[in-house]
């Protein structure tokens, strides 16, 4: 590969479009994106990876085996996504004609960096952009008992120990088949029957002679998993059904046809497969091998392959392939297992549109209580809280959803034990501006559009909510630096929130807005500490701030604010004096007469009033020290109840000033006089040249000569 430079913009991975070995790209591609990783990883780039199943994810009749195998790459982006926190990262889906056109082109390319999830497909036709969205479904008590007959071939890999052996059990239970069972260990007489437990082994053992430490580790997990295969051999022949176990490396091709011609032969044509093989091998996308890669790639998917081959798939009833939560929504140090099985997922689609009388599903399980994970894993996704799935539990249910055609991919999940949010990890969405954007266009200083400070607040907030959690306020926000553009120009804004970190009261998530200049210089423009809580308080809060009583103000509009129609909001002014001001002002639009691409149909927080105290300070700056103010930052901002549509009043109280800045406390009163915000340590600046800046309020255009 050619050398990569130190610091990468951005890495675009394309799949084919006819792909002749999906295999085979999908490992060049994981390859690339591990040798760009150090140069992505720790700046604001982009990393995208376009797919071709068909715009929608391959959740309709994906009949390209090949293209399925090179859909896994998502897996690997979804889990960048956890990792690198500064990245843009997109898994984009598109159908195989999508880019005919220089405007499919463009559509590709806007949808590449257009806020939002990283999962996003194109509608075919290039309409609408489309996103996988997970629906809750209780567990239907049923099953089909017609799925198979009693006596039925059914291969099972990675079957005799572990989760898979609890899922194979429940089908030696229920439908008493021929079950062999391929794994890697091999079966040989127990040395040592009358050993009882790991202690009385390793006494055994060490009757022999001196012996390794790490030798005799092995030789103790060799007995005991041979050990739990007999148990589990034992148990399924007890259920009724007559079981075989084959020691088997379902990686090679070679051996796995040779097993399964022997078994066709004596048993009949192969009926059911439970392909649960896989293995791990955690470590960070920077410190990932490719060795690391084949070894957990290769287990899930040249295992899966090489059974499918060496089969007559229409005598086939049942499909089932062991996915996991990490295919769907990444993991953070599981790019390579994320790949795997995001691959199972896809083939599971492909299988469901190619053998239409076989119930073909992937189950993307999320932990269980056993397998590969540990007891430290457990504690880990406890700390997350993520539950994991009871080994009776997970198995009874796959029987059930055996029993209903539903989709070929699945989520199953264990209970939830803390609140949500420690699942939610670090998010990023982008979003584009203009002066088309009314918001803009009516926020103009010294003839440049400028984003309003109040706008960028909703936009930390809107990245940083979650479902489960209720907005509840700001904490330390400040403005580094204003994102200011000329009338022909857009600007990209790129909104980081943190992982929500645990406090007494709640939640709460760093945010963070940059942006890039003409010459391509990336800024820190805002900071702040979207607060979140759980709970929904419904205690009316008092109003501690009083009316200032004197009022000499010169005109609003436009003689002192710079506004534009959109922005001007401030009603009346009841009252200005040294100590504060307090005015009544609009209930705001809605985002779509903001904005011309707005993430959402409602406002969090209220810009309008918001901005509206803003421009109150202007007022108050202008009549009280004869400057002009601008926003700058505010310590705290707490919103108990959403702002009414008919506005609201606002006051100040003005807490210290100097020639150069001014600090004031302000409230949000509903008509009734309740409070609906307080913001505390509001801090402006004040300059003389304000005045000139803010009477250029009018975009400027380029002459071209």
């Known amino acids: 590969m050619t050398e990569v430079p130190e610091t990468l913009a951005g890495l675009v991975l394309v799949a084919p479009q006819t792909p002749a070995d999906g295999l085979i790209w999908l490992r060049e591609a994981f390859d690339m994106s591990l040798n760009c990783s150090r140069s992505l990883a720790d700046h604001h780039s982009f990393y995208v990876a376009i797919t071709r199943a068909g715009g929608r ?33 997109r898994t984009l889906d598109v159908e195989n004609s999508l880019e005919n056109s220089i405007e499919d082109l463009e559509t590709v390319v806007d949808a590449m960096f257009v806020a939002g999830p990283v999962e996003l497909g194109i509608e075919a036709g290039g309409g609408n952009l489309l996103t996988t969205k997970l629906t809750k479904e209780p567990a239907v008590p049923k099953i089909d008992k017609n799925l198979l007959s009693q006596g039925d071939l059914v291969v099972v890999s990675g079957g005799a120990r572990g989760v898979t052996s609890s899922v194979a059990y429940s089908f030696a239970k229920e439908y008493q088949p021929t079950m062999v069972l391929l794994g890697r260990s091999t079966l040989s007489d127990d040395p040592y029957p009358a050993a009882i437990g790991e202690s009385d082994i390793r006494n055994e053992i060490l009757k022999e002679g001196k012996i390794k430490p790490v030798e005799l580790k092995d030789r103790i997990a060799k007995i005991l998993g041979q050990r739990e295969i007999r148990t589990n051999i034992d148990k399924m022949t007890k259920a009724g059904a007559k079981v075989e176990y084959r020691s088997v490396d379902v990686r090679d091709g070679e051996q796995v046809g040779k097993t399964l011609s022997a078994l066709e032969s004596q048993y ?33 998917l040249h295992g899966l392959n090489a059974i499918m081959q060496r089969l007559d798939k229409r005598s086939l009833k049942c499909l089932v392939l062991f996915s996991s939560s990490t295919g769907r929504f990444g993991r953070k140090g599981q790019s390579d297992y994320a790949v795997a099985n995001e691959v199972m997922n896809k083939l599971a689609q492909f299988y469901r549109t190619t053998l239409p009388d076989c119930r073909t599903v992937a189950v993307n399980w999320g932990p269980w209580d056993g397998g590969m994970v540990t007891p430290a894993l457990k504690n880990l996704f406890a700390q997350e809280g993520i539950g994991c799935i009871n080994l009776e539990a997970g198995a009874e249910y796959l029987l059930n959803e055996l029993a209903v055609k539903s989709s070929a991919e699945i989520v199953v999940l264990g209970s939830t034990l803390e609140s949500k949010a420690n699942q939610i990890d670090r998010k990023f969405l982008t979003v584009r501006l203009s002066v088309e954007d009314m918001a803009l266009k009516d926020h103009v ?8 400070a109040a706008l960028m607040a909703e936009y930390m907030c809107q990245t940083a909510v979650v479902a489960n959690l209720n907005f509840a306020g700001l904490k330390e926000f400040k403005v580094f630096k204003g994102i200011v553009l000329d009338f022909d120009k857009e600007v990209r804004m790129t909104i980081f929130a943190s992982a929500p970190t645990k406090t007494e009261n709640g939640f709460e998530r760093v945010c963070e807005i940059y942006s890039k200049n003409t010459g391509g210089k990336e800024f820190l423009n805002a900071r702040a500490i979207v607060v979140l809580t759980d709970h929904v308080s419904t205690t009316a809060i008092t109003s501690q701030l009083n009316r200032p009583t ?18 001007q909001c401030i009603e009346s002014v ?56 601008l926003p700058t930052s505010f310590e705290n901002y707490q919103q108990f109840k959403s702002f009414p549509e008919s506005g609201c009043e606002v006051r100040m109280s003005v807490t210290s000033n100097t020639p150069n800045k001014a600090i004031a406390d302000m409230e949000f009163l509903d008509a009734d006089g309740q409070v609906i915000a307080v913001m505390d340590g509001y801090e402006a600046t004040v300059d003389s040249k304000l005045s000139a800046a803010f009477a250029n309020n009018q975009l400027e255009h380029s002459i071209n000569c």
Request: proline share 5%; hydrophobic share 45%.
């Open 57 to 89: 994810m391959g959740f309709d009749a994906l009949n390209d085996f090949g293209v399925a195998e090179t859909s896994g790459i998502a897996g690997i982006v979804k889990s960048a996504s956890h990792e690198w926190p500064m990245v843009h990262c």
């Open 445 to 452: 200083i010294n003839g440049k559009a400028v984003v309003p």
């Open 268 to 300: 009949g044509p192969v009926k059911g497969i439970i392909h649960g093989a896989g293995v791990l091998a955690d470590r960070l996308i920077v410190d990932k091998t490719m060795d690391q890669y084949d070894n957990v790639a290769n287990t899930k």
């Open 550 to 567: 004197e009022k000499h103000l010169n005109a609003i509009y436009p003689e002192t604010l710079f506004h534009g129609p959109l922005l």
């Open 574 to 629: 009841y009252g200005c004096s040294k100590q504060g001001i307090a005015g009544q002002v609009l209930g705001s639009s809605t985002p779509t007469k903001w904005l011309k691409a707005p993430l959402t149909q409602s406002w969090i927080i209220d810009p309008l009033a918001m901005d509206a105290a803003f421009q109150l300070m202007i007022l108050w700056s202008n009549q009280e020290l004869g400057m002009k103010s």
